[in-house]
């Protein structure tokens, strides 16, 4: 890996970054804990009992789904923006948020318009993991079956839109027929969460994330080649359907789970890699996988962090502290570097 | 004749091109039997629209014939799976590559993906190949650039190091002068020429320079709306295959300087 030994230090600050957000995403929050404390529980107990459980069962898994948003999120935004050539590409392009809301909207929503059935589901969260699920796996293969029939990267692309277009419509139905009550709890479901997680739901969550992460890894040979156009890349050899259809399947397998588990994360996908992009400086995958991976859970355990406002009772939508941190941030590299990379 | 085909890396038999639709063939030319010998520098030419990039993106299998057979090899070309044609036809298209943020260096390295192991390691070969294609093509300055910052030119040459690099028989260009200047248009084509003899590649390109062809081909392809017409400048030219290339109301071609002249 001789490409990647000249990054090896660039790596080394970002893996420090990474620990010392972790620790300090779990000693902040409403209940402010020290560092000393923190080591003790991972090792055999704290000292306060009910530190010891805020750690075990809230913070420490919270910590670990914000690794894995962030991580997942950045990976699967570098997926799209390279294989549809579009910096404005991001883990979502392919229709999956809007059929993980279709999907939950039924749920929530669907009670009040169809009754009967819908109204006899109990809404837990299982519910609505599953809805998700189901609502981005249906829309994702409705997109896929149409794509399979174009050959054109780009035209994959609108087709995304369309559905998110199609979807988003008929929310926006339901919502009309739909009681207040109902409204405020689809609404917060779209503010994304990354809390909530037990370790048997985090478990099943990770086991899907490793398969996403391993498409990824197996899709850089051909996302290198792509960095030439598809005409070049398939006169190098690149079966393009096939790179394709890897590309695609990872990204649905980890922005899917994602949204499934901790709702619609906007902005992060988008701008991870464009910030590593930028502060990397190439295009190489192989360079940039591993550092996406790194910056993606960074920014997300700082995010998370400012949004339990440490020392208070309250939690800002994580959804909203993303793009209020993070695009300042990326908007302020594009101006200082004057030059996009992409 | 035997020992002459052994040195036929390319060869095509009463190849038709076009586009097939559900409903009908849309034929541009027919009839095309020519053959690209080893270690020539071989010139298409030929007007705007008369099929020279059809016939580039056929033989490249781009796009399928309509009819007749293209040998690459002595192998029909459609025999061919994706990756072992990426190790005996490397391309130099005219669209722009996909991201110019790459370094020099690594997009001629990309020229070896077809060997490279599955997440593309360079092995130590690979770079020694990757810095010949680099000191054949005299880039060796521009090594260490990103691809924003070259001129036209200096691009030109890095896409021909790249297809260098990939280690085939055959190189195809389409169209590698536009977009240059007088003093690189001959470059190129001198640079071209150079490989040819140095390496024993065979190289074929198409170009709107006619008369600079004529000066450094060994071979020429001339297409015009009836025929397609494959032989030495000099034949070419004593042939008057020229005079037929274009309509005569406005140029007509100079057999003494082998070149075209505007009517007075």
């Not at chain 2, 200096?154 to 169209?175: C, F």
Request: proline fraction near 3%; charge should be positive.
């Amino acid at each position: 890996m001789s490409e990647t030994a000249t990054y090896r230090n660039s790596y080394l600050v970002l893996i420090l970054v990474l620990i010392a957000c972790f620790f300090a995403n779990i000693s902040l929050g409403s209940v402010s804990i020290p560092l000393d404390e923190i080591f003790n529980s991972l090792i055999n107990s704290a000292k306060n009992e009910s530190w010891q459980y805020i750690i075990q069962n809230y913070r420490l898994p919270k910590a670990f789904t914000a690794i894995l948003v962030g991580s997942g999120l950045g990976i699967s935004g570098l997926l799209m923006q390279t294989l549809f050539r579009n910096p404005l590409a991001g883990p979502f392009v392919l229709g999956i948020t809007s059929g993980a809301s279709l999907g939950v909207a039924l749920v929530i929503l669907g009670a009040g318009v169809f009754g009967g059935f819908f109204a006899s589901l109990l809404i837990s969260k299982w519910t609505i993991v599953i809805a998700a699920s189901l609502g981005s796996f249906l829309v994702l293969l409705a997109v896929l079956i149409v794509s399979s029939k174009v050959k054109d990267t780009m035209a994959i692309l609108i087709i995304g839109l369309m559905f998110g277009s199609i979807t988003s419509a008929v929310v926006s139905v339901l919502s009309y027929f739909s009681s207040a009550e109902q409204l405020q709890q689809y609404i917060f479901w779209g503010f994304g969460s990354l809390g909530n997680l037990s370790w048997n739901e985090l478990a099943i969550f990770f086991i899907i994330y490793c398969f996403g992460i391993l498409l990824s890894i197996l899709s850089i040979k051909g996302l290198n080649t792509l960095l030439l156009g598809e005409n070049y890349a398939k006169s190098l050899g690149l079966n393009i359907k096939q790179s394709r259809l890897l590309i695609i399947i990872a990204t649905s397998l980890l922005a899917g789970t994602i949204t499934a588990f901790a709702g619609p994360i906007a902005f992060i996908g988008l701008a991870v890699p464009h910030l590593t992009r930028q502060i990397f400086n190439t295009a190489n995958h192989k360079i940039l996988l591993p550092a996406v991976f790194l910056f993606g859970a960074i920014v997300m355990l700082i995010c998370d962090s400012i949004a339990q406002l440490p020392a208070s009772d309250y939690t800002l939508p994580i959804n909203a502290i993303t793009s209020l941190i993070g695009a300042p941030v990326v908007i302020w590299l594009l101006v200082r570097k004057r030059k996009m990379v992409f | 004749m035997s020992e002459t085909n052994q040195h036929i890396i390319l060869k095509t038999e009463n190849l038709s091109i076009g586009y097939k639709t559900k409903k009908e063939e849309t034929s541009i030319a027919s009839n095309i039997n020519i053959a690209l010998k080893k270690g020539e520098l071989i010139g298409l030419v030929g007007g705007n629209g008369i099929g020279k990039s059809t016939l580039l993106r056929t033989l490249t299998q781009v796009q399928p014939k309509l009819s007749g057979a293209i040998h690459l090899n002595h192998k029909p070309l459609e025999t061919y799976a994706n990756i072992d044609l990426a190790k005996t036809m490397s391309l130099v298209l005219t669209e722009t590559i996909a991201s110019k943020n790459l370094s020099v260096f690594e997009l001629i390295a990309l020229g070896r993906q077809p060997y490279t192991n599955w997440v593309g390691n360079l092995s130590e070969k690979d770079i020694s190949i990757i810095n010949t294609a680099i000191q054949q093509t005299n880039i060796d300055n521009l090594k260490h650039k990103k691809c924003f910052e070259l001129s036209d030119g200096q691009l030109q040459k890095v896409m021909i190091a790249r297809a260098l690099a990939q280690d085939t028989d055959l190189i195809i260009l389409d169209e590698p002068t536009t977009h240059l200047d007088m003093y690189h248009k001959v470059y190129i084509l001198k640079l071209l020429q150079k490989l040819v003899k140095e390496t024993g590649k065979t190289i074929l390109f198409s170009s709107h320079e006619i008369d600079l062809a004529i000066q450094l081909c060994d071979t020429m392809i001339v297409m015009t709306k009836t025929e397609v017409t494959s032989d030495s400048p000099c034949h070419l030219i004593q042939q008057g295959t020229f005079n037929t290339l274009f309509p005569e109301d406005l140029i007509t071609f100079d057999a003494t300087t082998g070149s075209f002249r505007v009517k007075k």
